[in-house]
């Protein structure tokens, strides 16, 4: 069992910088792929970015690719999200997943067994 809890949200302006945290209890977090996803109000779902366990693939949202990157440091049991160069597109409600442990990358919501309760992000124009 994994449990996730995502911090770092708020109002920044169009252009600025935010970086989410996402902090996991449970062991062999090390093992599991992660993934940042997105719910703006009234759309559905959408995959941000994600990082496979051991770091060694990540995979980008072509909307938020060059301006966001996503890391983690396994012997904290915590994942990242660097946004920047933001924009009022970017405002959402955004949620780390992770899956594993030993399960492949992937940009579908429904593979992923563990969520965060979210931080809202907003951007101002």
């Known amino acids: 069992q994994v449990q996730l809890v995502e911090s770092g949200g708020g109002l920044v302006q169009a252009g600025g910088s935010l970086r989410l945290s996402c902090a996991a209890s449970?062991?062999?977090?090390?093992?599991?792929?992660v993934a940042w996803f997105r719910q703006a109000p009234g759309k559905e779902r959408e995959f941000v970015a994600s990082?496979?366990?051991?770091?060694?693939?990540?995979d980008y949202a072509e909307s938020v690719k060059g301006r966001f990157t996503v890391s983690r440091d396994d012997a904290k049991n915590t994942m990242y999200l660097q946004m920047n160069s933001l924009k009022p597109e970017d405002t959402a409600l955004y949620y780390c997943?992770?899956?594993?442990?030993?399960?492949?990358?992937?940009?579908?919501?429904?593979?992923?067994?563990?969520w965060g309760q979210g931080t809202q992000v907003t951007v101002s124009s």
């Open positions: 997943a992770a899956v594993g442990p030993g399960a492949v990358l992937n940009r579908f919501a429904g593979a992923f067994e563990y």
């Open positions: 449970g062991r062999a977090f090390s093992r599991y792929a």
């Open positions: 990082m496979s366990w051991g770091g060694a693939t990540t």
